[in-house]
Structure formats: C-alpha cells, structure tokens
C-alpha cells in the first residue's frame, strides 16, 4: 500500500512538473515572440516557439539529473505531444494577449 501511494505521488509529481515547464515556456516564448516579431504576421515568431518547444526537452532531462523523478528517456510519443501542444496553447493566449493590448 505505502508503495502504491509512493507511485502515484511520484506520478503527480512528475505532471505538475512537466506542466509547469510546459507552461512557463510558452509565455517564455510569447514573450519573445513580443519582443522580437515585428507582428502576427512574422514567421520568426513560430521559430522562436519551435526552438521553446525543443529546449524543454534537455531541460527536463536536466531536472531529473537534479532529483526530480522525471523518467524523460521513457517519454513516448503522447508526452512529446502533450508538451508540445501546452507549450504551443499558452504562447498563442500569451502572444495574442500581448498584440492586442500593444504591450
């Protein structure tokens, strides 16, 4: 019992951790895109959230060389897309937020 609550803390863990990086990079990545792209319009935006998207990746790795329990090498193809649709999701709020207010 103690083992299987162990697991699912370790699982819990695991999602808020990949979330929160998720998220925090795609404002990471609006924001850039805010600061660099000249406008909706301007394909370096979609660069910048490519290269957000890719850098996460090696992030994660990172923080689970740190001591978090990650397991990143048995990521499959459902984590890949679920960190890459977050990412994209909260970069295109974050990024439309940012061009209509002109901030």
């Known amino acids: 019992m103690a083992t299987d609550t162990a697991e699912r803390r370790a699982a819990h863990v695991r999602g808020v951790t990949v979330t929160t990086v998720a998220c925090l990079a795609g404002i990471a990545a609006a924001w850039l895109s805010a600061m660099i792209a000249d406008g909706a319009t301007d394909t370096i935006a979609v660069f910048i959230l490519a290269g957000t998207v890719l850098a996460q990746f090696p992030l994660l790795r990172a923080l689970e060389i740190a001591g978090l329990d990650l397991d990143v090498d048995e990521f499959g193809a459902k984590d890949y897309l679920y960190v890459s649709f977050m990412t994209f ?15």
């Open 89 to 103: 999701a909260l970069w295109f709020v974050a990024w439309t937020i940012l061009l209509t207010t002109g901030a």
